[in-house]
């Protein structure tokens, strides 16, 4: 089993940056692609941005592709969103997701989802 638990949430102006973090635990030395999905109040959760194990392949939403970053640390026990130039459309809670399967990871169907995160961006 994996545990991911996401941080960094807050409150940020439009225009602003703000930095989201995900600890994987447990059996993090399979080789697990990892994801971020958001969801906005009354709206599905949405795809925002996935890295291969490898980090050969990463991928974006068009909505936030030249804004957000998608990155893990060198033992792929942690991912990282960077989010800039945020605006209140960004608003959501962020998950972190994790899979052996890219595909079902882009699915929505990740085998591990963390609790999720706020982000708030006010206008």
């Known amino acids: 089993q994996v545990q991911l638990v996401e941080s960094g949430g807050g409150l940020v102006q439009a225009g602003g940056s703000l930095s989201l973090s995900c600890a994987a635990s447990?059996?993090?030395?399979?080789?697990?692609?990892m994801a971020w999905f958001r969801q906005a109040p009354g709206k599905e959760r949405e795809f925002v941005a996935a890295i291969a194990w490898s980090g050969s392949n990463v991928q974006y939403a068009d909505s936030v592709k030249g804004r957000f970053t998608i990155s893990t640390g060198s033992a792929r026990n942690t991912v990282y969103l960077q989010m800039s130039s945020l605006n209140p459309e960004d608003t959501a809670v962020y998950y972190c997701?994790?899979?052996?399967?890219?595909?079902?990871?882009?699915?929505?169907?990740?085998?591990?989802w963390g609790q999720g995160t706020q982000v708030t961006v006010s206008s």
């Open positions: 447990g059996r993090t030395s399979i080789l697990y692609n």
């Open positions: 997701a994790a899979d052996t399967s890219l595909g079902r990871l882009r699915s929505n169907a990740a085998q591990y």
